[in-house]
């Protein structure tokens, strides 16, 4: 049957790529906007243009730091996982 959810139940659970994610989510929703008021009063001195380049290089720098992250995980090794879901 399709519909089992077997394959859920076999994957297993890894806490950390949860974790990762959260981590990531969090840069996500606060580097950016962090990243436009300070450049908007420190560094570029009220150029509200400067300051939202500047964030969206930020975003950007975020999303690709986990791609590599998630691309440089290993796979769950199947023996070990095997262990685990018996």
């Avoid at 077997?6 to 790529?17: E, I, L, R, S």
């Avoid at 243009?49 to 995980?73: D, H, P, Q």
Wanted: without cysteine.
């Amino acid at each position: 049957m399709p519909g089992t959810g077997k394959m859920a139940a076999q994957q297993g659970y890894q806490p950390a790529v949860l974790y990762k994610l959260l981590i990531f989510a969090l840069l996500m929703a606060i580097a950016p906007i962090a990243t436009y008021f300070a450049s908007l009063h420190y560094i570029w001195k009220g150029s509200t243009i400067a300051a939202a380049i500047s964030a969206v290089m930020v975003a950007n720098a975020v999303l690709v730091g986990y791609v590599v992250v998630a691309f440089r995980e290993d796979p769950p090794d199947p023996i070990t996982m095997d262990k685990k879901n018996k």
